[in-house]
């Protein structure tokens, strides 16, 4: 079992930043990748970004590429995710996720994770 916990989400006006925090506790040393997934309401569920565990190889949505960077502090088993330039279209609850450590493959899918966290808010207002 993994458990994940985000954190770090609230209301930013458009322009801001906030700094999104996943901490991964339980049997981290079976987690394969780390993705960051967001809902809006009234939205189907879409993928932000993603890490790999071993190497720290990320992936990025095109949406968010250039204004949000994905990165993991091993010793705090944590992954954050900076989010800078936010528009109010970024607007919705974030997800954390990982992956099982037998997977390979893209991390663009969510159903390939097989924990989820309880999800943050994130309000942008204009």
């Known amino acids: 079992q993994v458990q994940l916990v985000e954190s770090g989400g609230g209301l930013v006006q458009a322009g801001g930043s906030l700094r999104l925090s996943c901490a991964a506790s339980?049997?981290?040393?079976?987690?394969?990748?780390l993705g960051w997934f967001r809902q809006a309401p009234g939205k189907e569920r879409e993928f932000v970004a993603a890490i790999r565990w071993s190497d720290r190889s990320t992936y990025y949505a095109d949406f968010v590429k250039g204004r949000f960077t994905i990165s993991r502090d091993n010793a705090k088993n944590t992954v954050y995710l900076q989010m800078d330039s936010l528009k109010p279209e970024d607007t919705a609850v974030y997800f954390c996720?990982?992956?099982?450590?037998?997977?390979?493959?893209?991390?663009?899918?969510?159903?390939?994770?097989?924990?989820w966290g309880q999800g943050t808010q994130v309000t942008v207002s204009s």
């Open positions: 339980g049997r981290t040393f079976s987690i394969n990748g």
């Open positions: 996720a990982c992956t099982p450590s037998t997977y390979s493959g893209t991390y663009s899918r969510g159903g390939v994770y097989n924990y």
